[in-house]
């Protein structure tokens, strides 16, 4: 079936240190892998995406890499800063749908 | 200059009553979503439309009831509301497919009695 798995459920680093997430996916036709960013009380908010056509991709200090052959993606975040703290969602494209399936999240806490 | 708006941001109401949550984007985007996102953080797929033309929905009981009376607006009718139906709703737009990115609004918290 149609299914995203996204570890760890949560992530504590210290402030300056990198913090990775990974998620793996079911469907080997997925084309897209965007990775979204809750702060508490909002809406998700996209902070970096992936097409299939590409291994990585990288946006200041924030990367994605990706491994189709594994269906396999993840998320680096480098020089982690207090307002990185949130909750960090994976998912991706299933394509006979046309529909996005969200990971279940990472809350990710940045120790002072 | 809200891009995706969503009415109300609560909602606290009995059991057995009908709500309706309204969701506006001005964006120009010709798909919308409905999203649940339960207690433990949970975002699942509700329902998406195109064009007002209704393209997935997810097994949802028929008490929710979609309406998208143009490609700017999307409600969500809630009839006989149950205690699991608390959650927080968030309404989500974008540009043809879910292959371009999602905006989500702020959503509405939907507290069941």
């Known amino acids: 079936g149609e299914n995203v798995e996204q570890h760890p459920s949560t992530l504590s680093v210290q402030e300056g240190d990198s913090a990775v997430i990974k998620c793996t996916y079911s469907d080997s036709a997925s084309n897209y892998f965007p990775w979204y960013k809750q702060e508490l009380g909002k809406g998700p908010q996209l902070i970096i995406d992936?097409?299939?056509?590409?291994g990585e991709k990288k946006d200041q200090r924030i990367a994605v890499t990706l491994n189709k052959t594994a269906k396999h993606f993840s998320l680096h975040i480098t020089e982690t800063q207090p307002e990185d703290s949130a909750v960090y969602f994976c998912?991706?494209?299933?394509?006979?749908?046309?529909?996005?399936?969200f990971g279940k999240g990472t809350r990710l806490h940045i120790l002072p | 200059d809200t891009a995706v708006s969503q009415t109300p941001k609560y909602l606290v109401t009995q059991m057995g009553n009908d709500k309706s949550i309204k969701c506006e984007q001005n964006l120009g985007h010709d798909t919308m979503y409905w999203y649940k996102q339960d207690s433990k953080k949970f975002l699942k797929i509700m329902f998406s439309y195109n064009n007002k033309e209704l393209i997935i929905n997810e097994t949802v009981p028929n008490r929710f009831s979609p309406k998208s009376p143009d490609k700017a607006h999307l409600n969500l009718h809630i009839n006989s509301l149950e205690l699991g139906d608390s959650a927080v709703y968030f309404c989500?737009?974008?540009?043809?497919?879910?292959?371009?990115?999602?905006?989500f609004g702020p959503g509405t918290r939907l507290t069941v009695l």
């Open positions: 992936i097409r299939s056509n590409v």
């Open positions: 989500a737009s974008s540009h043809s497919s879910s292959y371009n990115e999602q905006f």
């Open positions: 998912a991706a494209r299933f394509v006979r749908d046309d529909k996005i399936i």
